[in-house]
């Protein structure tokens, strides 16, 4: 924990992802409750964890 690093948290977001909380629905991820957010309704799916997964792999391989 010592060594100097960079590390990113991704969260997918979309529009009024927060339904009631925030503000009017708005907000960082962290103001949603944290028994929702990891409940598995909200977990994506093996599919989708694909597709961010390309995409993000994408995005990087545009930086070199």
């Given at each position: 924990m010592g060594d100097a690093h960079l590390h990113w948290h991704i969260n997918q977001r979309k529009y009024g992802d927060l339904g009631s909380y925030?503000?009017?629905?708005r907000g960082p991820v962290w103001w949603?409750?944290?028994e929702k957010m990891y409940s598995n309704e909200t977990c994506?799916?093996?599919e989708q964890l694909k597709e961010l997964k390309e995409k993000l792999l994408t995005g990087l391989?545009?930086?070199d």
């Open positions: 925030g503000n009017k629905g949603y409750p944290m994506p799916s093996e391989n545009k930086l």
